[in-house]
Protein backbone atom coordinates (compact mmCIF):
# COMPACT_ATOMS: atom_id res chain seq x y z
CA UNK A 1 0.00 0.00 0.00
CA UNK A 2 0.95 3.38 0.02
CA UNK A 3 3.11 4.62 2.89
CA UNK A 4 5.54 7.47 3.46
CA UNK A 5 8.51 7.23 6.10
CA UNK A 6 11.57 8.22 7.43
CA UNK A 7 14.42 6.45 8.09
CA UNK A 8 15.40 7.97 11.54
CA UNK A 9 12.90 9.46 13.88
CA UNK A 10 15.59 12.07 15.79
CA UNK A 11 18.79 13.78 14.22
CA UNK A 12 21.62 15.54 16.12
CA UNK A 13 23.76 17.88 14.34
CA UNK A 14 26.63 20.35 15.55
CA UNK A 15 25.50 23.92 14.96
CA UNK A 16 27.02 24.88 11.26
CA UNK A 17 27.18 21.36 9.78
CA UNK A 18 25.09 20.45 6.79
CA UNK A 19 21.94 18.35 7.82
CA UNK A 20 20.39 15.63 5.89
CA UNK A 21 16.81 14.00 6.56
CA UNK A 22 15.79 11.28 4.36
CA UNK A 23 12.56 9.68 3.17
CA UNK A 24 11.06 6.81 1.61
CA UNK A 25 7.84 6.56 0.01
CA UNK A 26 6.11 3.51 -2.15
CA UNK A 27 3.84 5.22 -4.14
CA UNK A 28 5.58 4.65 -7.48
CA UNK A 29 2.95 7.22 -8.85
CA UNK A 30 3.70 10.09 -6.74
CA UNK A 31 4.36 13.06 -8.80
CA UNK A 32 4.58 15.91 -6.27
CA UNK A 33 6.57 15.80 -3.42
CA UNK A 34 6.85 18.31 0.01
CA UNK A 35 9.07 19.21 2.79
CA UNK A 36 7.37 20.86 5.54
CA UNK A 37 8.87 22.04 8.91
CA UNK A 38 7.00 21.61 12.35
CA UNK A 39 8.90 24.21 15.21
CA UNK A 40 7.28 23.64 18.65
CA UNK A 41 3.80 24.98 19.07
CA UNK A 42 3.19 26.03 15.27
CA UNK A 43 1.96 24.21 12.35
CA UNK A 44 3.26 22.85 9.43
CA UNK A 45 5.30 24.83 7.39
CA UNK A 46 6.41 24.54 3.41
CA UNK A 47 9.99 24.61 3.19
CA UNK A 48 10.50 23.50 -0.68
CA UNK A 49 9.18 21.44 -2.95
CA UNK A 50 9.89 19.23 -5.85
CA UNK A 51 7.62 17.27 -8.41
CA UNK A 52 8.39 13.71 -9.93
CA UNK A 53 10.01 15.37 -13.33
CA UNK A 54 13.13 16.86 -11.69
CA UNK A 55 15.80 15.13 -9.41
CA UNK A 56 16.94 17.76 -7.42
CA UNK A 57 15.71 21.49 -6.15
CA UNK A 58 17.88 24.03 -4.37
CA UNK A 59 16.30 26.91 -2.03
CA UNK A 60 17.81 29.21 0.27
CA UNK A 61 20.19 26.76 2.23
CA UNK A 62 17.83 23.60 1.50
CA UNK A 63 18.30 20.85 -1.10
CA UNK A 64 15.76 18.39 -1.94
CA UNK A 65 16.76 15.12 -3.98
CA UNK A 66 14.43 12.86 -5.39
CA UNK A 67 15.36 9.52 -6.16
CA UNK A 68 12.73 8.21 -8.18
CA UNK A 69 14.29 5.06 -8.93
CA UNK A 70 14.69 3.69 -5.03
CA UNK A 71 11.45 5.93 -4.15
CA UNK A 72 13.85 7.57 -1.77
CA UNK A 73 13.46 11.56 -1.23
CA UNK A 74 16.32 13.71 1.21
CA UNK A 75 16.12 17.27 1.99
CA UNK A 76 19.51 19.17 2.68
CA UNK A 77 19.86 21.99 4.90
CA UNK A 78 23.32 23.05 4.49
CA UNK A 79 24.89 25.40 7.66
CA UNK A 80 22.59 24.25 9.94
CA UNK A 81 21.38 27.30 12.85
CA UNK A 82 20.12 27.24 15.80
CA UNK A 83 16.48 28.00 14.54
CA UNK A 84 16.67 25.06 12.22
CA UNK A 85 15.66 22.74 15.09
CA UNK A 86 11.94 21.19 14.67
CA UNK A 87 10.66 18.27 13.11
CA UNK A 88 10.60 17.65 9.57
CA UNK A 89 8.16 16.07 7.18
CA UNK A 90 7.74 14.74 4.35
CA UNK A 91 5.17 14.07 2.18
CA UNK A 92 3.93 12.68 -1.36
CA UNK A 93 0.74 13.60 -3.77
CA UNK A 94 -0.69 11.12 -4.65
CA UNK A 95 -4.23 10.63 -6.14
CA UNK A 96 -4.92 14.03 -5.56
CA UNK A 97 -4.01 13.65 -1.64
CA UNK A 98 -0.92 14.48 0.45
CA UNK A 99 0.26 11.87 2.79
CA UNK A 100 2.57 12.74 4.98
CA UNK A 101 5.22 10.81 6.99
CA UNK A 102 5.54 10.73 10.98
CA UNK A 103 8.08 13.23 10.92
CA UNK A 104 12.18 13.59 11.95
CA UNK A 105 13.26 15.74 14.69
CA UNK A 106 16.20 17.77 14.12
CA UNK A 107 18.15 18.87 17.42
CA UNK A 108 21.00 21.28 16.86
CA UNK A 109 24.16 21.18 19.27
CA UNK A 110 25.48 24.51 19.64
CA UNK B 1 1.27 34.21 10.43
CA UNK B 2 0.82 32.05 7.39
CA UNK B 3 -2.84 32.98 6.38
CA UNK B 4 -4.56 30.12 8.06
CA UNK B 5 -6.17 30.85 11.31
CA UNK B 6 -7.33 28.70 13.71
CA UNK B 7 -9.27 29.76 17.06
CA UNK B 8 -9.08 28.62 19.65
CA UNK B 9 -5.22 27.81 20.35
CA UNK B 10 -5.96 25.73 23.60
CA UNK B 11 -9.16 23.60 24.75
CA UNK B 12 -10.05 21.67 27.56
CA UNK B 13 -13.46 20.07 27.29
CA UNK B 14 -15.52 17.16 29.13
CA UNK B 15 -16.71 14.33 27.27
CA UNK B 16 -20.12 15.88 27.27
CA UNK B 17 -19.36 18.89 26.18
CA UNK B 18 -20.15 20.31 23.00
CA UNK B 19 -17.72 23.05 21.40
CA UNK B 20 -16.42 23.94 18.00
CA UNK B 21 -13.16 24.53 15.76
CA UNK B 22 -12.71 27.20 13.72
CA UNK B 23 -9.98 27.45 11.02
CA UNK B 24 -10.31 30.77 8.42
CA UNK B 25 -8.09 31.59 5.31
CA UNK B 26 -8.17 34.73 2.98
CA UNK B 27 -5.36 33.32 0.81
CA UNK B 28 -7.56 32.69 -2.36
CA UNK B 29 -8.05 28.94 -1.62
CA UNK B 30 -10.73 26.45 -2.79
CA UNK B 31 -9.69 23.49 -0.97
CA UNK B 32 -9.60 23.00 3.10
CA UNK B 33 -8.75 20.10 5.33
CA UNK B 34 -9.10 19.10 8.93
CA UNK B 35 -6.07 16.77 10.26
CA UNK B 36 -5.30 15.00 13.26
CA UNK B 37 -1.99 15.17 14.50
CA UNK B 38 -0.84 12.62 17.68
CA UNK B 39 2.42 12.40 19.47
CA UNK B 40 5.08 10.34 17.02
CA UNK B 41 2.05 9.43 13.95
CA UNK B 42 1.82 10.79 11.08
CA UNK B 43 -0.64 13.34 10.28
CA UNK B 44 -4.20 11.82 9.65
CA UNK B 45 -6.68 13.35 6.94
CA UNK B 46 -9.86 13.61 8.85
CA UNK B 47 -12.27 15.31 6.02
CA UNK B 48 -11.42 17.30 2.80
CA UNK B 49 -13.97 20.57 1.35
CA UNK B 50 -13.45 21.29 -2.36
CA UNK B 51 -15.45 24.57 -3.43
CA UNK B 52 -17.16 24.05 -0.01
CA UNK B 53 -18.61 20.47 -1.28
CA UNK B 54 -16.93 17.74 1.58
CA UNK B 55 -15.23 15.50 -1.30
CA UNK B 56 -13.98 13.04 1.42
CA UNK B 57 -14.39 11.44 5.25
CA UNK B 58 -12.18 9.40 6.18
CA UNK B 59 -14.14 7.35 8.71
CA UNK B 60 -14.35 9.86 10.74
CA UNK B 61 -16.16 8.93 13.85
CA UNK B 62 -19.37 10.93 13.76
CA UNK B 63 -18.86 12.77 17.37
CA UNK B 64 -16.70 14.99 14.69
CA UNK B 65 -18.85 17.07 12.94
CA UNK B 66 -17.28 19.55 9.94
CA UNK B 67 -18.82 22.70 8.43
CA UNK B 68 -17.44 24.62 5.56
CA UNK B 69 -20.28 27.47 4.93
CA UNK B 70 -17.72 28.74 2.75
CA UNK B 71 -14.71 28.61 1.06
CA UNK B 72 -12.90 30.47 3.50
CA UNK B 73 -14.18 29.13 6.69
CA UNK B 74 -14.02 25.92 8.33
CA UNK B 75 -15.64 24.47 11.45
CA UNK B 76 -15.15 21.41 13.10
CA UNK B 77 -18.03 20.55 15.54
CA UNK B 78 -17.55 18.16 18.56
CA UNK B 79 -19.23 16.36 20.84
CA UNK B 80 -19.34 14.06 23.44
CA UNK B 81 -15.43 13.11 23.14
CA UNK B 82 -13.48 10.26 24.38
CA UNK B 83 -9.98 11.07 26.26
CA UNK B 84 -8.12 9.65 22.86
CA UNK B 85 -9.44 12.22 20.68
CA UNK B 86 -6.88 14.50 22.63
CA UNK B 87 -4.61 15.74 20.32
CA UNK B 88 -3.48 18.58 17.79
CA UNK B 89 -6.03 19.55 15.63
CA UNK B 90 -4.97 21.16 12.23
CA UNK B 91 -6.85 22.75 9.38
CA UNK B 92 -4.84 23.24 5.92
CA UNK B 93 -6.17 24.81 2.93
CA UNK B 94 -4.69 24.94 -0.69
CA UNK B 95 -5.66 26.25 -4.24
CA UNK B 96 -7.00 23.29 -5.16
CA UNK B 97 -8.03 19.60 -3.85
CA UNK B 98 -4.77 17.63 -4.47
CA UNK B 99 -2.53 21.10 -3.56
CA UNK B 100 -0.61 21.53 -6.76
CA UNK B 101 1.66 24.17 -4.59
CA UNK B 102 1.06 21.98 -1.24
CA UNK B 103 -0.91 22.86 1.78
CA UNK B 104 -0.77 25.86 4.16
CA UNK B 105 -1.54 25.04 7.18
CA UNK B 106 -2.60 26.81 10.25
CA UNK B 107 -1.12 26.53 13.91
CA UNK B 108 -3.39 24.02 14.93
CA UNK B 109 -6.00 24.00 18.26
CA UNK B 110 -4.57 21.93 21.04
CA UNK B 111 -7.53 19.30 21.85
CA UNK B 112 -7.87 18.08 25.92
CA UNK B 113 -10.36 15.80 26.68
CA UNK B 114 -10.87 15.57 29.96
Known amino acids: GESVGLHLPTLSVQEGDNSIINCAYS??????FIWYKQESGKGPQFIID?????DKRQGQRVTVLLNKTVKHLSLQIAATQPGDSAVYFC?????????FGTGTRLTIIP | ETGVTQTPRHLVMGMTNKKSLKCEQH?????MYWYKQSAKKPLELMFV???????ENNSVPSRFSPECPNSSHLFLHLHTLQPEDSALYLC?????????????FGSGTRLTVV
Open chain 2, 49 to 55: YNFKEQT
Open chain 1, 50 to 54: IRSNM
Open chain 1, 27 to 32: NSASDY
Open chain 1, 91 to 99: AERGNEKLT
Open chain 2, 27 to 31: LGHNA
Open chain 2, 92 to 104: ASSFRRGGDYGYT
